[in-house]
């Protein structure tokens, strides 16, 4: 399991190499895996069937109780063969779509990466990997959608994807590890038998709210929907992926997954429920309004996303059913149209509908096509599309609450649905010719393939439903629900109410399609009210981001050193004044004068003259002279301390600096006056502060010691291990041996640097001068 | 001491935050000379008691100044030489390239 989820990422690595082994025939070759991957967890049916749900373990962070292990159940092998079936379509079809493309093998890379991303996310067990994977395919998605990166539009698309669906991702790190800590695991499989306990927790609400923020970003939820329509800039095989299968399904599937432990409450109901139903509205308005094909595609996927989104909300038997017969039909027949998009403009180089029309003597085979996926998106008998759209009647009628509300957003939904089917059925393909940018002739069959084979499986899925209802869908509903669902799937359910709604659809649809025209110049006022919606939102707020972001840079990184420091010490003075005030109780102040002698009032006070003297004189030797006092002076204090080596040391590099300090100094400038006496007095306030804090903390610490010193352990050991009577020698040439090695290196490095920088001006003197 | 320290620190930092990259000089012997201090002060000061073996003893008689800050300052002291060594070339450097001694000037010479 662990190989078949990682073999994707494996590919990717070596995808190039292959591309180029393989050349046009490369599509074919790299649509194995995901074929093979198809049939391994096709493998798993009749196994979870009889035994149940299987967790495969592997550990990966035992410290952090994160385990890299696998739910394999209805669900995720439902979405796995989803992503693995359709993956193998759009493989193999990109390998003709982009056969001229020059960067098709970076494509296949990130295709594949994609892949195994998403199959991660839906078999993930444990909460962080899912996370993981959750990132990764925001991630993946994000260079997928950008992929033609020399349109400024991909690349802003691609930015808007990326950030709505990390942000999103943060909101449901938070949520989940919340959810973690209330259950107390990170499994899955552990986490959704809690569910009672979990909804009387405190926390129930902002971890549902956090989650569901989450998935909403990703399935594209109102207000967060306009990233998904935007994401059209991928090339045609990536939107098909992205929308039919994978990606805009996470979030579907995050939903599904957690409603065992998280759903079925009231505020589950009104979350899901309402904003699915405001989503699906908004969506299949939108795509009525759109003429652009992937456009229209696009907000219809926005509708599904509602659709479903809804149904897990209102959390009866026969609405998980329907969510999942819906995700199923939605996957085929949009993975189809979106298929036959890239077509149409490879056959014929359109890419609205408004350009298209009479294409069906040209294109036989993507007219029959296209009509089979776009009736089962109508959801006209027989086809699997209409089992969908019956359940999905059923079950708003069923709802637990406002039944009659949720009823009638679906109907009006799906008359807009039929509409949007007969707009991509009949729009290109019949009616008068119309002139195409290239000359309208058939795809290749490996672009067709792909299309067919999908929309057939709606054909045949229709006319025999319980093929699949028994293998994979009752699986899938009874995990999400918790407890085994059995309905038989038939397409006919007899004369009532959800047949009546379905043939008024279909009639008003047709109706709406026959005005398309002019219902689409009658609301124009909506865009107006568009322009408005919350990716306004989105662009304010980003703007708003880099308007801070120069703001602060200039604040913060204004290029001068002495604000740097100013900034540095003062928070530091602060914090540790802070401290000391509010521990005020605890600080002992340590002091004492009485064991100080005369000589040392005496070498005290000259220090301190000399340091007044350097800071305040205006000649350069004076203060050259001046420093050399205070190092002379600390050096005493060295010697007088029972510090001799440090003492003779001082003093030899006192000597030495005051040396190079006079030799150098001569020949820069002189001191000027640059600030002026209010800057100096605020530089001399600021100093005191920290002299001044410097103090207090000596004063404070001076007693305070927290662990015996490590020197009992030199000074004892000086003598019979190292052989030295000289402890401080010892400790430098022997305990702490490879310290003075590094200092050796810093010395000869600066030695080095120095000596090259003084020889790289000799060099240059001597040309100027030759 | 503590007022020495404080006072060293003072004088370090106002000269640091001077305009004149020549004061920054000596405001870094001066921070340095305060900070080898620090460490000298906190590990406890006593006179007339070096950490050194008596000829032919193994431990020394009674008790000693800490040994390991001396060491610690011991180094400190030496690469506190090259560090300023190594600056004062570059200011020299640098005074030389660009002509000025006012780092807000060569904040802008860049190029």
């Known amino acids: 399991m662990l190989f078949a989820v990682l073999s994707g990422f494996l590919l990717a690595t070596v995808a190039p190499w292959l591309h180029r082994l393989f050349g046009r025939h490369s599509g074919w070759a790299l649509g194995a895996l995901p074929l093979g991957l198809f049939m391994y967890f096709g493998s798993f049916l009749p196994e979870i069937q009889q035994n149940g749900p299987l967790v495969i373990d592997y550990p990966w962070v035992p410290g952090l109780e994160i385990r890299l292990s696998f739910l394999v159940d209805g669900l995720s092998l439902l979405f796995a063969m989803l992503i693995s079936g359709i993956g193998f379509f759009i493989i193999s079809y990109a390998g003709r779509y982009l056969e001229s493309h020059r960067d098709l093998a970076r494509f296949y890379v990130l295709i594949l990466a994609f ?19 959750w990132e990764l395919t925001s991630i993946t998605s994000y260079l997928l959608i950008g992929f033609n990166h020399e349109d400024e539009d991909a690349r802003k698309a691609a930015l808007q994807g990326l950030f709505v669906t990390v942000g ?80 805009v399904k996470a979030g579907v599937y995050l939903l599904a997954r957690c409603y065992p432990g998280l759903g079925g409450t009231q505020t589950w109901l009104f979350l899901l429920g309402v904003f699915g139903a405001i989503t699906m509205l908004t969506g299949i308005v939108m795509a009525v309004r759109s003429t652009g094909i992937k456009r229209v595609l696009a907000y219809s996927t926005v509708m599904a996303l509602g659709t479903m989104t809804m149904l897990i909300g209102l959390g009866t038997e026969k609405a998980i059913l329907a969510a999942m017969v819906f995700l199923l039909a939605h996957a085929l027949y949009k993975a189809a149209l979106f298929l036959l998009a890239g077509v149409l403009d490879h056959g014929a180089g359109c890419k609205d509908f408004l350009q298209t029309g009479g294409l069906r003597r040209a294109m036989p085979i993507s007219t029959l096509i296209a009509a089979l996926a776009a009736l089962s998106l109508a959801g006209v008998l027989p086809l699997f599309g209409f089992i969908a759209k019956e359940l999905l009647f059923e079950a708003t009628l069923q709802a637990p609450r406002w039944a009659w509300l949720f009823a009638f957003a679906a109907w009006s939904a799906a008359i807009l649905v039929v509409a949007v089917a007969a707009i991509v059925g009949i729009r290109p393909w019949y ?74 659809s279909l009639v008003l649809g047709l109706l709406v399609y026959r005005y398309w025209d002019q219902l689409r110049a009658q609301t124009a006022l909506l865009d107006q009210w568009v322009r408005f919606g919350p990716e306004r939102g989105y662009e304010a707020a980003m703007q708003a981001m880099v308007r801070v972001a120069h703001w602060q840079t200039a604040l913060l990184q204004n290029g001068y050193l002495r604000y740097y420091l100013m900034a540095t010490l003062l928070s530091t003075v602060v914090l540790l004044l802070a401290a000391l005030a509010l521990n005020a109780s605890a600080v002992q102040f340590y002091f004492d004068l009485s064991g100080v002698m005369l000589h040392e009032y005496v070498i005290l006070a000259v220090l301190l003259a000399a340091t007044v003297m350097a800071v305040t004189t205006r000649s350069r030797l004076g203060a050259v002279a001046s420093l050399g006092a205070v190092g002379f002076g600390v050096a005493l204090i060295y010697v007088l301390f029972s510090a001799p ?93 490879l310290d003075t090695l590094g200092e050796i290196f810093v010395l000869a490095l600066a030695a080095v640097g120095v000596y090259a920088m003084i020889k790289l001006r000799a060099d240059r003197l001597k040309k100027g001068e030759s | 001491m503590a007022f020495v320290v404080g006072g060293l620190y003072a004088a370090a930092i106002y000269m640091i935050l001077r305009r004149s990259i020549v004061k920054l000089v000596i405001g870094l012997v001066l921070l340095s000379n305060a900070a080898n201090l620090l460490i000298f002060t906190l590990a406890d000061m006593s006179r007339g008691a070096p950490p050194l073996v008596p000829l032919g003893a193994l431990q020394p008689a009674g008790a000693v100044a800490d040994p390991l800050a001396q060491a610690l300052i011991l180094t400190a002291i030496v690469i506190g030489f090259g560090v300023l060594a190594f600056a004062v070339v570059l200011i020299h450097r640098a005074y030389e390239v660009v002509g000025v001694d006012d780092m807000d000037k060569m904040k802008d010479t860049d190029t």
């Open chain 1, 115 to 133: 892949m195994a991303s998403m199959l991660g996310l839906v078999l993930s067990n444990n909460l962080i990997a899912l996370f993981v994977f």
């Open chain 1, 168 to 247: 999103g991702g943060l909101a449901l790190l938070a949520g989940l590890v919340m959810l973690g800590m209330v259950a107390g695991s990170y499994e899955l499989s552990e986490i959704l038998t809690q569910g009672e306990w979990l909804q009387a927790h405190p926390w129930y609400l902002p971890i549902v709210l956090l989650i569901v923020l989450g998935a909403f970003t990703k399935s594209a939820q109102v207000p967060f929907h306009f990233w998904l329509p935007n994401a059209m800039a991928a090339p045609t095989p990536v939107s098909a992926y992205l929308h039919s299968a994978t990606m």
């Open chain 1, 431 to 504: 009616g008068a010719p119309v002139q195409t940018p290239i000359p309208a002739h058939e795809a290749p069959p490996a672009m067709l393939l792909g299309p067919a084979v999908l929309a057939l499986l709606g054909v045949f899925f229709g006319l025999f439903p319980w093929v699949i209802a028994y293998g994979l869908l009752e699986p899938a509903a009874s995990s999400v629900y918790g407890q085994p669902i059995s309905l038989p799937l038939a397409l006919w359910h007899g004369f009532n109410l959800p047949l009546l709604m379905s043939v008024l």
């Open chain 1, 645 to 737: 080596d440090v003492g003779i040391t001082q003093i030899l590099v006192e000597t030495l600096t005051v040396i190079l300090l006079v030799l150098v100094l001569f020949r820069l400038p002189r001191f000027l006056g640059l600030t002026s006496t209010a800057l100096r007095v605020r530089d001399a306030l600021i100093a005191l502060t920290v002299g001044g804090t410097i103090t207090l903390l000596m004063l404070s610490t001076i007693s305070t010691h927290y662990f015996d010193s490590i020197s009992s352990y030199f000074i004892e050991n000086s003598q019979p291990e190292g052989y030295g009577r000289n402890i401080v020698n010892v400790i430098l040439v022997d305990f702490r041996a």
